[in-house]
């Protein structure tokens, strides 16, 4: 039985750790929350991966994982180049926003894309975006809305602010596009959002599509993996690890994912460091 490592700045990465759970499950699952550090998205590129590369190191030498999904978008943009030069030998997938299936789904070509400022800014999302446009046999139009504090209320379960953030930065979004109806599609850039995913839906209406990630991701690991099809087996409940308060991540577990288990403490900075 393969044990995968899922790590996330927080609760985010259990929208992939969802998908994950149907796509392979017979695997056993390591989900690693780096609650103490997050949010990520308005963090350095620098603090981003050094998270990222200590995270992968204790999951690798304290909890044997074979491979690991990077369950978060701004450390997949920031950490995942290195990350794979560090572990040649260990098979790691991340996460992008979803511009390529919601061009394909997009008729009026005005794609909404909310993700964190750090996913935006960074090197990789520019290259994801331009290769697309050039590519597009017709006029796309990405309007990209960075969500600042959008993750840290999802962490905070606070639906108020998720409300309100959620209401501004629709808002944004369609005035950048200038005209009410012109976005038809919004992608949710950050694995977070899923978990805002019925207020975003009320905001935006029937006609705008949602787009995330965390199947195609879920997909890529079993291909990655060479698991030909999901086989029914024994369902492993995930071991569920924070470095922040593991009641929240407990909770966040229980409510969205059905899970029993109990989170415990992951202590990235008391263990010794390993290579
Ligand atoms: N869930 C993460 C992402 O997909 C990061 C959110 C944050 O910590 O800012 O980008």
Not at 52 to 63: F, K, M, S
Not at 132 to 140: G, H, I, K, V, W
């Amino acid at each position: 039985m393969k044990t995968i490592g899922v790590f996330d700045s927080g609760v985010g990465g259990l929208s992939v750790l969802q998908a994950l759970l149907a796509e392979l499950p017979g695997a056993r699952f390591v989900y690693a929350a780096d609650s103490a550090h997050a949010p990520y998205g308005e963090r350095t590129a620098q603090d981003v991966s050094e998270r990222t590369h200590r995270i992968a190191e204790v999951l690798r030498a304290q909890h044997g994982i074979d491979a690991l999904v990077v369950a978060c978008n701004t450390a997949t943009a920031h950490a995942i180049d290195p990350l794979r030069l560090q572990f040649p030998d260990m098979p790691i997938v991340g996460v992008e926003p979803a511009l390529k299936p919601a061009a394909a789904l997009s008729r009026t070509g005005h794609i909404g894309v909310l993700a964190t400022r750090g996913t935006l800014g960074s090197a990789r999302f520019a290259r994801l975006r331009d290769q697309l446009m050039r590519a597009s046999p017709r006029p796309l139009q990405f309007h990209c809305q960075p969500c600042d504090g959008l993750a840290a209320a999802i962490e905070r379960h606070d639906q108020p602010a998720i409300q309100s953030l959620c209401e501004l930065y629709v808002k944004e979004v369609t005035h950048m596009a200038g005209s009410p109806n012109a976005v038809d599609t919004i992608v949710l850039g950050c694995t977070h959002y899923p978990f805002a995913l019925h207020t975003l839906s009320q905001l935006c209406g029937p006609d705008v599509s949602l787009v995330d990630t965390g199947v195609a991701v879920a997909r890529r690991t079993r291909d990655v993996l060479g698991v030909q099809a999901p086989e029914a087996s024994s369902f492993a409940e995930p071991l569920l690890l924070t470095t922040g308060d593991p009641v929240a991540l407990t909770q966040a577990a229980h409510r969205w994912l059905g899970l029993k288990g109990e989170a415990q403490r992951l202590a990235t900075e008391l263990r010794p460091a390993v290579n």
